[in-house]
Structure formats: C-alpha cells, structure tokens
C-alpha cells in the first residue's frame, strides 16, 4: 500500500514514526481496523497481526529500525502497512529530512512534516468545534480574542526575527517583505472586534490567557535564535504548497459567519485576511529560499528546524486547549484586565 504522498528518502533506517491524532486501532477476531477521519484502512490475515503488534509503538520515539527489532517485522514491511495513512497527513517520518541528499527532497520531508503538525493543531477539540461550526459563540468570542493577541505579536517577534545582520540582503530582503505585509494586519482584525461591539480601550487592555502568552512567548525567543530556526515557525502556520483559491477562502469564512452570527465580523475580517495573503504568495516558504540560496543545512540545523516545527504545533495546540479550560471555567467574560496588588486585595 503506497500512500499518495510518499516520503522523499527510504524511511527503514533513518525515521520515527508517529501517527498524529484522531487515529484509532480497531481489533476484532480476523481483522485490524486504521479508523481515520476521512477512510478506514482494513488488515486481514498476517498483516492484522503486524497492525495490532507495530500500532502502539508509533509514537516517534522509536526507529522504524527499533520498532523491526521489536517485533520482527521488516520495515520494508511496516512502512508498506502504514504508508497509506499519509493520505490523511496523518503519520509523520520524523527524522527523514536529516538524510535529505537533494534539496527537492529535502523539501518534500519538510512538506509532509508541515502538513502533519500544521494538522494535528486542527485536530484539538477546541479548533474542531469551531471551524466545525458546533462551539459556543462565547467559546468563539474568545477565541476570536486570543487569536488577535496572536496576529498582534508579529510586530514583535516578526521584527525580531528580521532584526539580523547575518544573513545575506537579498534573503533579508524576503523576511523583511513577509514581515511588512503583515505588520499592518492587526487593523484588520482589529476592525472586526471592534464591529463585535468591543472598543479600543478594551483590546489594548486585554491580558492574553497564560497559553497563550506562551506561544507568543516561544515564538519570540525563537525569532530570536538563529534565522533557520525563525523561517521555520513559518512552515506550520502555511504549510501548503498551493494556497486556497479565493472561493474557498470566501465559502469558509462566510460558512463560519453563518454560524456564529455575534463573531461574523471577525471572520469577515479573516476573509480579507487571507485573501491579501493568497495574493501575497506566502505559501512560498522563506526557508527554502534560504536553503536554494546556501545550500542544504548540516545534520544539526536539519534536526533543529524539525524541532522547532514540532514545538511550533505543540505550543499552537496549547493555544486551543487554554482557550477550551477557559471557556470550562464558565468565566463569560472574555476581556482580561491587568491585575495589580492593589486591585487583587481590594
């Protein structure tokens, strides 16, 4: 079984498999079941026996080399009964990018890891709820907050990150491009709050919620590293190669606004958004002009930036899960003021 997005290098020595969420192994007597969110993979025979046995070991701690060892399979074998999940964006070959020897497959690994985590942090029940159109439009309200603290940021850790004198003008010249296009962004977004009935005072008053104040905090202490590591923060958040055409981009946000009437304003507001974004073409990574510019990283710049893609999906999908401890904790009103010590002992 050969999925539709097979890795760029042979993965039986060099990779970890993980699968992603929403991923589930159904067992009966004479068959294994991949129950995903779009198709359900079927195994009879010996290969239900080699799902049931390899199934629990793909966290990504482990070589498809260890995982062989364990449980004497080949991983020829295993990569052929696993493969398929990649249709899904739903499995990841960690690791399969350090061994890259060209620069296009380089970018295919770097491609599918992108689509996996960027995936994964759509796959947190906060985000699912949304974009599924079944959340609680205080839950939304939120939201719509929390991710204005987010869009706001770049003119931080996006100026940070291009604030470089190491790097070639002509590579500066693109980060510094990227970063200007969304400077001015923040009023877009701004505008559509404001239309929800919030005022200015209270938008530059609000406290993020602690997750996310620490994405925003990791975002900017790795634009403040080096400059792989920054442009890589870049490939999850636009991990497409070809960005949605303008009707899908519509239909999405006017789906959303339908749903949530009181935010309606903030998704018209993303609307425009995106739209300016396809226009832009910032699906066009900056890493990989980086890399067609230098060269291919070494091993140790190669694992960084598959670092710093993991921790960019992990600290987004804490974003979603503070949004939806919040929401729990019945607190309906969504603007955080700062406390002082006064206020708190008053």
Same mark, same amino acid.
């Given at each position: 079984?050969?999925?539709?997005?097979?890795?760029?290098?042979?993965?039986?020595?060099?990779?970890?498999?993980?699968?992603?969420?929403?991923?589930?192994?159904?067992?009966?007597?004479?068959?294994?079941?991949?129950?995903?969110?779009?198709?359900?993979?079927?195994?009879?025979?010996?290969?239900?026996?080699?799902?049931?046995?390899?199934?629990?070991?793909?966290?990504?701690?482990?070589?498809?080399?260890?995982?062989?060892?364990?449980?004497?399979?080949?991983?020829?074998?295993?990569?052929?009964?696993?493969?398929?999940?990649?249709?899904?964006?739903?499995?990841?070959?960690?690791?399969?990018?350090?061994?890259?020897?060209?620069?296009?497959?380089?970018?295919?690994?770097?491609?599918?890891? @992108?689509?996996?985590?960027?995936? *994964?942090?759509?796959?947190? $029940? !906060? /985000?699912?709820?949304?974009?599924? +159109?079944?959340? %609680?439009?205080?839950?939304?309200?939120?939201?719509?907050?929390?991710?204005?603290?987010?869009?706001?940021?770049?003119?931080?850790?996006?100026?940070?990150?291009?604030?470089?004198?190491?790097?070639?003008?002509?590579?500066?010249?693109?980060?510094?491009?990227?970063?200007?296009?969304?400077?001015?962004?923040?009023?877009?977004?701004?505008?559509?709050?404001?239309?929800?009935?919030?005022?200015?005072?209270?938008?530059?008053?609000?406290?993020?919620?602690?997750?996310?104040?620490?994405?925003?905090?990791?975002?900017?202490?790795?634009?403040?590293?080096?400059?792989?590591?920054?442009?890589?923060?870049?490939?999850?958040?636009?991990?497409?190669?070809?960005?949605?055409?303008?009707?899908?981009?519509? @239909?999405?946000?006017?789906?959303? *606004?339908?749903?949530?009437? $009181? !935010? /309606?304003?903030?998704?018209?507001? +993303?609307?425009? %958004?995106?739209?300016?974004?396809?226009?832009?073409?910032?699906?066009?990574?900056?890493?990989?002009?980086?890399?067609?510019?230098?060269?291919?990283?070494?091993?140790?710049?190669?694992?960084?930036?598959?670092?710093?893609?993991?921790?960019?999906?992990?600290?987004?999908?804490?974003?979603?899960?503070?949004?939806?401890?919040?929401?729990?904790?019945?607190?309906?009103?969504?603007?955080?003021?700062?406390?002082?010590?006064?206020?708190?002992?008053?």
């Amino acid at each position: 079984m050969s999925g539709s997005h097979p890795v760029a290098v042979d993965p039986s020595r060099h990779s970890r498999p993980v699968v992603g969420p929403r991923i589930s192994l159904l067992l009966s007597t004479d068959r294994a079941t991949l129950d995903t969110p779009s198709q359900r993979i079927r195994f009879t025979g010996e290969s239900r026996d080699l799902v049931e046995q390899v199934f629990p070991l793909l966290n990504g701690s482990l070589s498809l080399d260890a995982i062989a060892s364990k449980t004497g399979y080949s991983p020829g074998s295993i990569y052929r009964h696993f493969d398929e999940l990649g249709e899904d964006d739903a499995i990841a070959w960690l690791g399969c990018s350090l061994h890259a020897q060209e620069e296009d497959d380089y970018f295919e690994s770097l491609r599918l890891l @992108a689509r996996f985590w960027n995936r *994964a942090i759509f796959c947190e $029940p !906060v /985000a699912m709820r949304i974009f599924g +159109c079944t959340a %609680h439009v205080n839950e939304v309200r939120l939201w719509a907050l929390e991710f204005f603290c987010f869009i706001r940021a770049a003119n931080a850790y996006m100026a940070k990150g291009v604030s470089r004198l190491d790097i070639p003008a002509s590579l500066q010249e693109i980060a510094v491009r990227h970063y200007v296009d969304e400077a001015e962004h923040e009023e877009i977004f701004r505008e559509g709050l404001l239309e929800m009935g919030f005022t200015d005072a209270e938008l530059d008053r609000h406290v993020p919620l602690p997750s996310t104040q620490a994405l925003l905090n990791f975002l900017f202490e790795t634009a403040s590293g080096d400059f792989s590591g920054y442009l890589a923060l870049f490939t999850v958040m636009q991990p497409l190669e070809v960005h949605p055409t303008s009707d899908q981009i519509t @239909a999405k946000y006017e789906t959303l *606004a339908d749903a949530y009437p $009181p !935010v /309606a304003p903030f998704f018209k507001a +993303c609307m425009r %958004h995106d739209l300016i974004d396809a226009g832009l073409g910032h699906s066009e990574w900056g890493l990989e002009a980086l890399v067609r510019a230098t060269g291919l990283p070494g091993h140790e710049a190669r694992r960084h930036i598959e670092d710093v893609m993991m921790q960019t999906s992990a600290f987004f999908c804490l974003f979603y899960r503070g949004i939806g401890r919040q929401q729990a904790s019945r607190r309906d009103r969504a603007i955080r003021h700062p406390v002082s010590a006064a206020v708190a002992f008053r």
